[in-house]
Each structure stands twice: as structure tokens, then as C-alpha cells.
């Protein structure tokens, strides 16, 4: 196992178009975290995962921005109908329940351009 | 008040120096802190973690914490060129709340 993969690792898009991102997580780890991070400010606490329940979301993420988890495995994040500001790193980390939980592993993040 | 603060910096320490990174946090429900390093242009990599009031040391880091003050830190000995990057504070808890970070650039 290699760590948190998200794929694209970069991303274009024109504003008004939907996106999906992908996180892959360590095989072990049940909890997964979606954080949006901008330049000069730490990540943004987007959403959790304990396995595929979804049990946490902040108030911050507007209904355009979705995310599942549908096998307790990979997650996707959607942005539907991007606007500028959605222009961010977008990261993916994965923690083990139990001891030392909420250690995170993050991947390399996805880098959103909205044009 | 955030929920997280730190002095974004930057912080500049000669090599060879003690790097002092401070953090205070507003939840007195949070129970377990963490600091992450950044480099520019990629991800957050977990480089201690401490959950009791006290110091605890790894290498030449040393996280202290007081938890009557609500209050974390960081401290660096030997600071090293490569250490430059930034240092975020992390509090658990499911709403996960990290500070905006402190960079630090360590002179050669």
C-alpha cells in the first residue's frame, strides 16, 4: 500500500461545468476526510466518512458540492456547476479508528483551476 | 476569535537555532492536537501528536501542551534549511479543525 492516491491530479475546468474527484485510501484506515485548502490558509474541513456513512459535513459546503463513499472504499467528491471560488487544492486524508485516531494521512491532493 | 490560531509568520531562525511555533486553540472539548508539516506545494505530512498536558519529544521535535491555557507548541532544535515550510496546528475531534499555519524559513 502506497499511501491516500487522488486522482486528477490536476484539473481545468470552465465555470458552470461539474466535477469529480477520486480518493483512494489507505486499505486499512475506515475514515476518510474531503478538506478544500486555498494559498496561504490551512486545509478546510469539507466532509467525513466513518465507512460509508457520512457523518459529518460542514455547513460551509453549499449544495452543489456532494460526496459518497459508497463501499466504505474509495470516495468521489462532485462540484456541480463550478463557479471561481471553487478554485482550490482539494485534499483527501484517511485515519484508522482506534488509537491514534485522527492521525491523517493525506494524499497529494487535487488542484482545481475554474476558469 | 478562530477556532485555531497561529502566527502565520514568517518566522525566521538561523540554522543551528531553536524554531518556537505557538498555537491556541478556542475548544476546551478537544483532546488531542497534532502538527503537520508542509512544504510549498504539497500535502500535509503528520510530524507529532500529543494528547496529554506536558512535553513530548521525537528527535529534535518537542510538542508541548497546556491544556488549562489551551495552548500547543511546537519546538525545533537544530533547525535545519530543510525544515523551512509550514507548520500547521491540528485539533481532533470530527470537526477537524486545523490553524492557517506558521512558515518558518531556517537561514543557512
Known amino acids: 500500500d502506497t499511501g491516500v492516491s487522488q486522482n486528477p491530479r490536476h484539473k481545468i475546468t470552465k465555470r458552470g461545468q461539474n466535477v469529480t474527484f477520486r480518493c483512494d485510501p489507505i486499505s486499512e484506515h475506515n475514515r476518510l476526510y474531503w478538506y478544500r485548502q486555498t494559498l496561504g490558509q490551512g486545509p478546510e474541513f469539507l466532509t467525513y466518512?466513518?465507512?460509508?456513512?457520512?457523518?459529518?459535513k460542514s455547513r460551509l459546503l453549499s449544495d452543489r458540492f456532494s460526496a459518497e463513499r459508497p463501499k466504505g472504499s474509495f470516495s468521489t467528491l462532485e462540484i456541480q456547476r463550478t463557479e471561481q471560488g471553487d478554485s482550490a487544492m482539494y485534499l483527501c486524508?484517511?485515519?484508522?479508528?482506534?488509537?491514534?485516531?485522527?492521525?491523517?494521512?493525506f494524499g497529494s491532493g487535487t488542484q482545481l483551476s475554474v476558469l | 476569535q478562530k477556532e485555531v490560531e497561529q502566527n502565520s509568520g514568517p518566522l525566521s531562525v538561523p540554522e543551528g537555532a531553536i524554531a518556537s511555533l505557538n498555537c491556541t486553540y478556542s475548544d476546551r472539548g478537544s483532546q488531542s492536537f497534532f502538527w503537520y508539516r508542509q512544504y510549498s506545494g504539497k500535502s500535509p505530512e503528520l510530524i507529532m501528536s500529543i494528547y496529554s498536558n506536558g512535553d513530548k519529544e521525537d528527535g529534535r521535535f518537542t510538542a508541548q501542551l497546556n491544556k488549562a491555557s489551551q495552548y500547543v507548541s511546537l519546538l525545533i532544535r537544530d533547525s535545519q534549511p530543510s525544515d523551512s515550510a509550514t507548520y500547521l496546528c491540528h485539533t481532533g475531534g470530527f470537526k477537524t479543525i486545523f490553524g492557517a499555519g506558521t512558515r518558518l524559513f531556517v537561514k543557512a
Open positions: 486524508a484517511s485515519s484508522q479508528q482506534g488509537v491514534g485516531t485522527q492521525k491523517l494521512f
Open positions: 466518512f466513518q465507512n460509508e456513512a457520512q457523518l459529518e
